[in-house]
């Protein structure tokens, strides 16, 4: 069975890791928040008709549906709205790579959020690499062919940092609740198409379809594999090899992303890029060898007062 897990954790990376170049795709036909729109619906059947099989949904549920929103609007609307936007101002390689900076801002956010959080000094290396990984892309001080879109550097960062926000959200107003992840992610799913839905322009959202690319792009790529599917390998993951080996998955997409915008859609590959992902993946390993470090010590210390 766990071969099966790693299998599915491979997977999942490279679902992932193509969602940048179908968002570009798409988004030469219709907006950012039509994308959106289109991906949630796509997407929420999978998930809802797997939350079925596994009858984890319950009517008691509602009671909870404030955290159930705020979820939806953290790590799915505004981060998926600001991933759609950024990548329409930037190569899909450069998107792909800033996502990579999730954990970075996953850490911050729970380090000013979540007490229980500590620094020490891998961590602080693990930051402080990873931000000069994300600037080494934004490269503020170019100009001319050099120069990369710094709203679409800022939105990425923005979706990034919602991401991290829910994740904190969610370790103190949800976790403790006794509800199935399978469960809460429908909820979350559903909730953000309800809202992305209401909020959203449908005019001229049919134009995707004089693209067969950009619409399979959308309901395949984006909606029924990058989320209904990869919610559903991700939670498979999490159940067979733990949290911790789920939460490395994310080391593979920013790979997939670049090596996809090289070979498929003939991006440029420039010195800058390949330092800048080793900026980032490398502080992101040393922020996790720096929580590792801070739980062995920790551990030790009960023993002692033991």
């Not at 923005?158 to 107003?173: I, N, P």
């Not at 720096?290 to 551990?299: E, K, V």
Request: with cysteine; proline share 3%.
């Amino acid at each position: 069975m766990k071969n099966i897990a790693y299998l599915a954790f491979a997977l999942l990376g490279l679902i992932w890791g193509t969602n940048f170049m179908f968002m570009k795709w798409a988004v030469e036909w219709i907006s950012p928040a039509q994308i959106v729109l289109l991906r949630m619906g796509f997407g929420f059947l999978p998930i809802l008709v797997y939350a079925l099989m596994r009858r984890a949904l319950s009517w008691g549920h509602l009671r909870y549906a404030h955290h159930f929103l705020i979820m939806a609007l953290l790590a799915t609307v505004v981060c998926y709205y600001c991933y759609a936007k950024g990548t329409a101002l930037l190569l899909s390689s450069v998107a792909g790579l800033l996502s990579g900076a999730i954990p970075l801002f996953t850490f911050v956010c729970a380090l000013l959020f979540l007490r229980e959080e500590k620094l020490n000094a891998w961590m602080t290396a693990g930051v402080l690499l990873g931000f000069v990984g994300v600037l080494l892309i934004a490269r503020p001080w170019a100009s001319g062919d050099a120069a990369i879109s710094v709203p679409g550097v800022l939105y990425m960062v923005l979706g990034s940092l919602s991401v991290g926000c829910s994740f904190v959200y969610a370790k103190r107003f949800v976790t403790g609740l006794n509800i199935s992840p399978v469960a809460l992610c429908t909820y979350q799913i559903g909730l953000a198409l309800l809202v992305i839905a209401l909020v959203s322009d449908w005019s001229g959202i049919g134009r995707i379809s004089q693209s067969p690319k950009a619409m399979l792009g959308v309901s395949l790529g984006l909606g029924m594999l990058g989320t209904g599917v990869a919610y559903i390998l991700y939670y498979f993951i999490v159940e067979k090899l733990g949290a911790v080996v789920a939460a490395s998955v994310t080391y593979i997409p920013p790979v997939v992303a670049l090596l996809m915008g090289i070979f498929i859609a003939g991006e440029p590959l420039h010195g800058m890029d390949l330092l800048a992902i080793a900026a980032i993946l490398g502080g992101v390993y040393l922020l996790q060898m720096g929580r590792r470090s801070g739980q062995q010590t920790g551990l030790r210390a009960t023993v002692i007062a033991k």
